[in-house]
């Protein structure tokens, strides 16, 4: 999983916005379920990257379309 910035978030177009939160949600899904030491480290980064790709993608929705 990589940590995405929002200048990134912001060019995607909408279709791979939406893509990459399906596959967040379903990595945290798994990650909940092992969920270790370490693994509540990334649950959290996980969260908040679901967080940033939803609030762009509400922020802007017109320039995402347009994408």
Do not use: F, Y
């Not at 929002?6 to 967040?24: F, G, H, N, Y």
């Not at 379920?33 to 370490?38: M, W």
């Amino acid at each position: 999983m990589t940590i995405l910035k929002i200048k990134d978030i912001s060019k995607m177009p909408k279709q791979e916005v939406e893509e990459k939160i399906k596959d967040l949600k379903m990595e945290l899904i798994k990650n909940r379920v092992s969920s270790g030491k370490g693994e509540k480290l990334k649950i959290k980064e996980i969260k908040k990257t679901i967080a940033r790709l939803l609030t762009i993608n509400r922020l802007n929705p017109v320039e995402n379309k347009e994408k």
